[in-house]
T-cell receptor
Framework: KQEVTQIPAALSVPEGENLVLNCSFT??????LQWFRQDPGKGLTSLLL?????REQTSGRLNASLDKSSGRSTLYIAASQPGDSATYLC??????????FGAGTQVVVTP | GAVVSQHPSRVICKSGTSVKIECRSL??????MFWYRQFPKQSLMLMAT?????????EQGVEKDKFLINHASLTLSTLTVTSAHPEDSSFYIC???????????FGPGTRLTVT
């Protein structure tokens, strides 16, 4: 059974610092991996989707890498801002289309 | 594009009553919709997968008679929580997948509180 783990569970950084969020998964037979952002009491916002054949994806200040063989993905957020404060979730998708989520990393960026 | 809506956004009901939550894909046809539940400080847990015109597939441990799912059209799926109890209080989120890719688009969620 696929298990997705996110470390750390919580992270607090001063504004301007780079953020590094880690995600690991136990079964490397994934279709893709997605990073989401969730604000308190809200739904999910998709940030980046990495296909299993890709090594990384970039969007603005966000960069996500994927090492399928070792079961790891890392989300980098450059030059963090207070507006980046949220919970970040990673999820792996299997060939049936099902998403398995990690527990998330709660990020606080202080001004 | 790829907008998914949920209604209602919040609902409070009394124990023993039933509550229906709607999930709509606004600008695409969703052949498959997914229902998730999220308890406070926890991640999303898949409850069931709903395919248009067929019965939903429930994950292990999810009572199909308690959580009724109907996917009658390519743009609408409903989740009915029957005989709700306080332990059913949670954040329910749906997602929809179109016909082109595997990517799921998420609704804004429904906060259910059972008193």
């Amino acid at each position: 059974k696929q298990e997705v783990t996110q470390i750390p569970a919580a992270l607090s950084v001063p504004e301007g610092e780079n953020l590094v969020l880690n995600c690991s998964f136990t079964d490397s037979a994934i279709y893709n991996l997605q990073w989401f952002r969730q604000d308190p009491g809200k739904g999910l916002t998709s940030l980046l989707l990495i296909q299993s054949s890709q090594r990384e994806q970039t969007s603005g200040r966000l960069n996500a890498s994927l090492d399928k063989s070792s079961g790891r993905s890392t989300l980098y957020i450059a030059a963090s801002q207070p507006g980046d404060s949220a919970t970040y979730l990673c999820a792996v998708q299997d060939s049936w289309g099902k998403l398995q989520f990690g527990a998330g990393t709660q990020v606080v960026v202080t001004p | 594009g790829a907008v998914v809506s949920q209604h209602p956004s919040r609902v409070i009901c009394k124990s023993g009553t039933s509550v229906k939550i709607e999930c709509r894909s606004l600008d695409f046809q969703a052949t498959t919709m997914f229902w998730y539940r999220q308890f406070p400080k926890q991640s999303l847990m898949l409850m069931a997968t709903s395919n248009e015109g067929s019965k939903a597939t429930y994950e292990q441990g999810v009572e199909k008679d308690k959580f009724l799912i109907n996917h009658a059209s390519l743009t609408l799926s409903t989740l009915t929580v029957t005989s709700a109890h306080p332990e059913d209080s949670s954040f329910y989120i749906c997602s929809a997948r179109g016909t082109v890719s595997y990517e799921q688009y998420f609704g804004p969620g429904t906060r259910l509180t059972v008193t």
